[in-house]
Nanobody, 121 residues
Framework: QVQLGESGGDLVRAGGSLRLSCVASGSISVIHQMGWYRQAPGKQRELVATITNSGSEKDYGVSVKGRFTISKDFAKNMVYLQMNSLQPEDTAVYHC??????????????WGQGTQVTVSS
């Protein structure tokens, strides 16, 4: 089993910045990909950003491109999300995601409980 723990969510004013962190723990052999998705009240969960093991492939949601930056330290099983120029529409619960190869050689995807980001106007 794998657990994901997010941190860094907060209340911030429009135009401000936040940095989210997520650490994966458990029976991990290899992390294939980690990332962030978000879900606002009454809306579907949407892609924020993902990053592959090599770090060469990064994918961003359209609404965050140019404002958010994803990075990783898979040696520490961690992924980060630097969020700049935050807007009220960025308000959501941000969930960490991991696609991992377990020590049992099974591949699974996991989700964290989420961290709340609230942007006031």
């Amino acid at each position: 089993q794998v657990q994901l723990g997010e941190s860094g969510g907060d209340l911030v004013r429009a135009g401000g910045s936040l940095r989210l962190s997520c650490v994966a723990s458990g029976s991990i052999s290899v992390i294939h990909q980690m990332g962030w998705y978000r879900q606002a009240p009454g809306k579907q969960r949407e892609l924020v950003a993902t990053i592959t093991n090599s770090g060469s492939e990064k994918d961003y949601g359209v609404s965050v491109k140019g404002r958010f930056t994803i990075s990783k330290d898979f040696a520490k099983n961690m992924v980060y999300l630097q969020m700049n120029s935050l807007q009220p529409e960025d308000t959501a619960v941000y969930h960490c995601y991991a696609d991992v190869l377990l020590t049992t050689l099974q591949r699974h995807q996991y989700w964290g409980q989420g961290t709340q980001v609230t942007v006031s106007s």
